[in-house]
């Protein structure tokens, strides 16, 4: 799929998200350096909004929108709308066979969701590898967001509590401006493995410990025994 709409909501009941309404203010780490104040200072407006700065938020989004993909807003102050998607990913991924849905390509497939503004990082990512039945665990993937100012590009990784359709309507309909874009996650060599595996790793180093320590005290055992048996001979009287 080189492009195209997808709905959270149409293949299955587990891509309707109803999680969290309320949205999270993410803590700044360090002082930003002087090229990137506007991006950082963007981490910080992921507070609440009143109804009526919702309503005039989505109206003037709607005003802006020249693709059709417009904002709808719920009598109980919830939104949904569209984010577009860029998949970025450098190894093919594992999916599961199935002759009726394609795989991303490595690069470039951009996909439409339709999702809510309750909605996650985390949920959204897990929607997507559901929707393009990608078997690998969601922790080997993250959602960037691409912001373009005064002639250069930034990415920032995005936690899993933030929320991409509150961004949108913050940024505007412009993906000039603002754009997401799904990455193989930069982790660690073990972070991308389940505490049981983890688990079973520390085991197996337990056992191959205590083989090594088992040798080493056998070689010095017989050292030893060879050192002790040359000095019997040195002091055995003539």
């Not at 993937?141 to 005064?150: P, S």
């Amino acid at each position: 799929m080189s492009s195209g709409y997808s709905s959270l909501e149409e293949d299955a009941e587990d891509f309707f998200f109803t999680a969290r309404t309320s949205f999270f203010r993410r803590a700044p780490q360090g002082k930003p350096r002087a090229g990137q104040q506007d991006v950082e200072k963007e981490k910080e407006t992921h507070n609440y909004l009143s109804t009526e700065e919702i309503k005039e938020k989505v109206h003037k989004y709607n005003l802006a929108v020249t693709d059709k993909l417009k904002m709808t807003l719920n009598s109980n102050g919830i939104y949904t709308g569209f984010i577009k998607v860029q998949m970025e990913l450098c190894k093919p991924p594992q999916t599961s066979p199935n002759p009726g849905k394609l795989a991303p390509g490595s690069n470039g497939c951009m996909n439409t969701l339709h999702i809510s503004s309750t909605n996650t990082v985390g949920e959204v990512i897990e929607a997507l590898l559901k929707k393009f039945l990608m078997t690998e665990s969601p922790a080997k993937f993250a959602l960037y967001k691409r912001c373009h100012r005064e002639d250069q590009v930034y990415a920032c990784k995005l936690s899993d509590r933030e929320h991409p359709l509150h961004l949108r309507l913050v940024a505007g309909p412009r993906t000039d401006t603002l754009s997401f874009v799904l990455r193989e996650h930069d982790i660690g060599e073990w972070e991308a493995f389940s505490l049981p595996e983890l688990q079973n790793f520390l085991r197996i180093l337990d056992k191959e410990e205590d083989e090594q320590l088992q040798n080493l005290r056998k070689r010095y055992a017989a050292y030893r025994n060879k050192l002790e048996e040359a000095l019997g001979e040195v002091w055995k009287p003539g």
